[in-house]
């Protein structure tokens, strides 16, 4: 019989995994609507990473009560869940930052794309393990 499930491959979405791995998307939220303009939040959200755009709605200045944009970001740095800035008249503003979209980390290998459970390296560690108590066990056995 054959299964209809569609069974996605680690090839299939490498380029994509790839690509998101270096990108998070985030909220500024409740942020003063006057630091809702490109320049400000390029300023802001640089304090994260790089903005590569904004959501249309942030973009076309629409009513929210947050900002939301793709961010280019290094592996391995910290993602803040607030930033600091200087306002326009010189008050430091603790900012809360949310992350909608966080490249998934391997807490076992540090890698990114996959989590720990799915993790190869530990399939492999393990495997090797169970290898060596099954000769332990057959030593003493004997
Ligand atoms: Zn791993």
Redesign the pocket.
């Known amino acids: 019989m054959q299964s209809n499930n569609v069974k996605i491959t680690l090839d299939d979405i490498k380029e994509e995994v790839a690509y998101w791995n270096s990108t998070i998307v985030c909220y500024v939220l409740g942020v003063n609507p006057s630091l809702m303009g490109q320049v400000a939040l390029t300023k802001i959200v640089g304090l994260i990473g790089k903005p590569v755009k904004a959501d249309s709605a942030t973009a076309t200045r629409q009513r929210l009560i947050f900002a939301r944009v793709l961010v280019e970001v290094t592996l391995n740095q910290p993602l803040p869940n607030t930033i600091m800035f200087e306002n326009e008249i010189g008050c430091i503003v603790e900012q809360k930052v949310e992350y909608e979209w966080k490249p998934i980390l ?6 990114y794309g ?3 459970q ?5 399939a492999k560690e393990k495997g090797e393990e169970e290898e060596r108590k099954g000769k332990q066990q057959d030593l003493a056995g004997q």
């Open positions: 391997c807490t076992h290998c540090k890698n996959h989590e720990i799915n993790c190869t390296k530990v």
